[in-house]
């Protein structure tokens, strides 16, 4: 697939104006729900990184297009910092052109929001939210953009410095030269956060301590590579692609051990880290908090379990005889008592760990953040004897949507429980 296929999806590039803030600078100069914004100072607004960067100055011109069809032009002065108060429509995702066997969105099951049956590799929110890309579907404007916008850090999905490996991996014969990418991002002021998802008999062994290699030859711009096993769902490609065994975890992890050691030695921080579940599958104990620096990738699963006790180690409250239920997946099972103990010391609180299966997506995926909906409101239903449940906020969207299109406030309805979404645990209990 080129890159322009991945682009005409039945989508545009205008920019439409969702929602105008009452009171704002926008709603004085009459901009309204429906408007287009065309340009600023004479240059095209392509989407939302440039109604962002270019309107940025205290003063510009702003055209926008009514529903009419009649153009405006707006000479704006605005207070220092002060937005405008426009909201945005959602805007068009740039769309992946690879198809590796491990897909996560080619393995999903039917009846999940729609959203997550659409494979995006865009840069942009790789910059707002931290997901991983390839770079594989760039064209020279995206490469400046994100030059001149300085759109950093971002976040790379490398798997294997060897383009021949990559290629193999990503399905795709076109995928271009991720260091010679990376080399002129990082050359430009770019920062980058990687991932290596380890695929047995493909990018582990050397492959996986080369591209190591490879990836801290680029200097210090490139912040940090985390090792992940790949993960399969029941309806994926188990045919192409198996899971690594034990033995293969306990070898990853000597290989990111011995480079880590490396990196602190030469730039005073490991660099490299293995996920969680990486240690979970080698059944290694974790290394020890320090170990994960300022924990960087949390979001990629990397150091969350050590995470979750430094934070729960300086929490204090009076919860005596109050009555808790965490909820999360199979993979945390085993991990959380530890945490769970401490907080029961410094709380007084009765804890309980209420650890769920995955059945939409099958056994072997035991993450929290991919659990349904339908198995919390399975859980606590009829949960009379908790004060207080918690759920991972990691399995909703921004909507606090779950995957299989329950919302929270469904749950939390159906619960006899006060139902709160938690990110560490001791975020969520406070007031109760």
Do not use: W
């Given at each position: 697939?080129?890159?322009?296929?991945?682009?005409?999806?039945?989508?545009?590039?205008?920019?439409?104006?969702?929602?105008?803030?009452?009171?704002?600078?926008?709603?004085?100069?009459?901009?309204?729900?429906?408007?287009?914004?065309?340009?600023?100072?004479?240059?095209?607004l392509i989407d939302f990184l440039d109604w962002e960067f270019l309107t940025g100055d205290d003063q510009f011109v702003?055209?926008?297009?009514?529903p009419s069809g009649g153009r405006i032009e707006y000479d704006i002065e605005r207070p220092?910092?002060?937005?405008?108060?426009?909201?945005?429509?959602?805007?068009?995702?740039?769309?992946?052109?690879?198809?590796?066997?491990?897909?996560?969105?080619?393995?999903?099951?039917?009846?999940?929001?729609?959203?997550?049956?659409?494979?995006?590799?865009?840069y942009r929110l790789s910059f707002r939210y931290g997901n991983f890309v390839t770079l594989t579907n760039l064209e020279d404007h995206d490469v400046e953009r994100i030059i001149e916008y300085g759109l950093s850090p971002l976040y790379v999905s490398v798997h294997a410095t060897d383009t021949g490996v990559r290629r193999r991996l990503l399905r795709n014969d076109n995928a271009p030269d991720i260091m010679q990418q990376l080399g002129h991002f990082l050359s430009n002021g770019i920062s980058c956060h990687t991932q290596i998802v380890v695929q047995p008999g493909v990018n582990d062994g050397e492959v996986l301590e080369k591209s190591l290699e490879d990836l801290f030859s680029l200097g210090e711009k490139l912040l940090s590579v985390s090792v992940v096993p790949v993960g399969l769902t029941t309806p994926n490609s188990g045919h192409l692609v198996r899971e690594p065994s034990r033995s293969e975890c306990v070898e990853a992890i000597r290989t990111v051990d011995r480079l880590a050691a490396a990196a602190k030695a030469k730039r005073g921080i490991s660099w490299v880290y293995g996920s969680d579940e990486l240690y979970m599958r080698a059944r290694i104990d974790l290394p020890s908090a320090d170990r994960y620096d300022d924990f960087?990738?949390?979001?990629?699963?990397?150091?969350?379990?050590?995470?979750?006790?430094?934070?729960?180690?300086?929490?204090?409250?009076?919860?005596?005889g109050k009555r808790i239920g965490v909820a999360t997946g199979v993979a945390m099972g085993s991990l959380f008592p530890d945490i769970l103990s401490v907080l029961r010391e410094s709380t007084g609180a009765r804890f309980e760990l209420i650890v769920l299966e995955n059945e939409l997506f099958g056994p072997s995926v035991t993450t929290a953040?991919?659990?349904?909906?339908?198995?919390?409101?399975?859980a606590l239903g009829n949960r009379e004897d908790l004060d207080l449940a918690l759920l991972p906020a990691e399995a909703v969207n921004d909507d606090e949507v779950f995957l299989d299109d329950i919302s929270f406030i469904e749950v939390a309805e159906a619960s006899p429980a006060d139902v709160r979404l938690s990110n560490h645990i001791v975020d969520s209990l406070g007031g109760i």
């Open positions: 697939m080129s890159r322009g296929s991945s682009r005409t999806d039945s989508i545009t590039s205008m920019i439409m104006v969702k929602d105008i803030q009452a009171s704002s600078l926008a709603e004085e100069l009459g901009i309204k729900p429906g408007f287009e914004l065309i340009s600023v100072n004479g240059r095209e702003l055209e926008v297009r009514d220092h910092g002060l937005p405008l108060g426009v909201e945005l429509e959602p805007p068009y995702v740039i769309r992946c052109n690879n198809k590796c066997d491990f897909c996560f969105v080619k393995g999903n099951p039917k009846g999940l929001r729609r959203a997550l049956y659409v494979k995006d590799d865009d960087q990738q949390l979001e990629n699963g990397v150091g969350v379990v050590r995470h979750f006790q430094e934070t729960a180690k300086g929490f204090r409250a009076d919860l005596a953040g991919l659990l349904p909906g339908s198995a919390f409101l399975g």
